[in-house]
């Protein structure tokens, strides 16, 4: 008989994550490659080995995979991993089949099935592109495969990515509604400093105030991973402040943690859930400008969950286009939310303080909406 799935609701402890419903799994480069840079057949699958724990209960796995680039550097004869984009991108082209090749083989010996999804941020902050992922990602869990994630870094750009497989996997959780992500790599746990000079490792971390004092920053071994310490955090911050927990733990010990040991650091949900679009916008978004409102347009926006209209904006910041993210500050500079922009800086000053009607009257039909509308928007919570 299998055990029963949990609910979201229940989800509210380290043990509860080794019987999720669903989870996100991320394991980084550093927990898949030899110490010259290349996959680490053992490792891998002594890691598919570890998620048997779990698929053997029913829960259902989305694997957020790095090592692409990294399993195609020594078919491409690369020593070190490439700094400029381009070669990064092709060692990635050549090193996602390879990784994918292993992953097969891997849990076909459990008689599972895997799929390669590549995603970009664009694929999770359109509104298109967003509900085809998430479709695309449900029916390959209805259908019993499990997904291999990777940012589609073949064709990605500087300009916009997620520029590491933590933030990926924050939002892959946010996007699939999650019970939970967990954040593989070869560090047992957050330690409160460097384990060598006396740190000691961090249980649990039920808000910002955890983190106070905490020393992070460190890399993977061998320099083949593109994140650290910051990154995985940052992650497993932007998912437990969305209401999905979190646990951050080596690879070594995720046989541990899927039995329900104690293991790890566990970040604790807190908040309201939203979708990985908004959680983007709330955590990720790289700003363009900043709009200043008056105190009615705070309540409207903040308070009461109004879209942005112009008459409320009292000034503007920075160059930006149609559809850039934005900051959107009070009148004594504290920002209190952040949105996509209908309009440019160029467009907007001519907009200030003016009525909907009077611009369309005006300037056209054009005119005649917000500056930013509620669906997206993203408050800010306040310290």
Do not use: C
Request: glycine letters at 10%; a negative charge; proline letters at 3%.
């Amino acid at each position: 008989m299998s055990t029963p799935r949990l609910t979201q609701s229940v989800i509210s402890s380290r043990q509860d994550i080794s019987q999720a419903r669903r989870l996100v799994i991320k394991v980084g480069s550093s927990s898949l490659t030899t110490l010259d840079g290349g996959i680490s057949v053992a490792a891998l699958n002594a890691l598919v080995d570890d998620l048997q724990i779990l698929q053997s209960r029913g829960t259902e796995i989305v694997l957020v995979s790095s090592g692409a680039i990294a399993a195609g550097l020594a078919p491409l004869g690369l020593s070190t991993r490439p700094h400029d984009l381009a070669t990064q991108q092709a060692a990635a082209a050549v090193g996602q089949g390879l990784l994918l090749s292993h992953y097969s083989r891997a849990f076909s010996t459990y008689r599972s099935t895997v799929s390669q999804v590549l995603l970009t941020v664009e694929d999770l902050i359109r509104r298109t592109q967003y509900t085809n992922a998430l479709r695309a990602l449900e029916k390959l869990l209805s259908l019993g495969a499990v997904p291999v994630v990777n940012e589609n870094d073949a064709v990605a750009t500087h300009e916009i990515r997620f520029g590491d497989n933590d933030r990926l996997a924050a939002l892959t959780a946010n996007l699939i509604r999650a019970d939970g992500l967990v954040l593989l790599s070869d560090v047992d746990a957050l330690y409160d400093g460097p384990p060598d000079e006396g740190g000691r490792p961090v249980a649990t971390v039920t808000g910002d105030e955890d983190l106070e004092g905490v020393t992070l920053g460190r890399r993977g071994k061998a320099g083949v991973g593109t994140g650290g310490m910051v990154t995985k955090v940052e992650a497993a911050r932007i998912t437990a402040t969305n209401g999905i927990p979190a646990m951050l733990t080596s690879a070594a010990q995720a046989g541990a943690l899927f039995r329900g040991e104690e293991v790890g650091t566990y970040f604790q949900a807190q908040g309201r859930r939203r979708g990985a679009r908004s959680a983007w916008l709330a955590h990720l978004a790289n700003v363009k400008g900043r709009l200043i409102i008056d105190e009615g347009a705070v309540r409207a926006v903040v308070r009461d969950r109004r879209s942005l209209l112009p008459a409320g904006i009292t000034g503007l910041t920075g160059d930006f286009e149609a559809s850039d993210p934005v900051e959107i500050a009070d009148p004594g500079g504290t920002v209190r939310a952040r949105g996509l922009t209908a309009f440019s800086s160029e467009e907007l000053p001519q907009m200030l303080g003016r009525g909907t009607a009077e611009l369309g009257r005006s300037l056209g039909d054009d005119y005649e909406r917000p500056v930013i509308h509620t669906d997206d928007l993203v408050r800010v919570q306040q310290s």
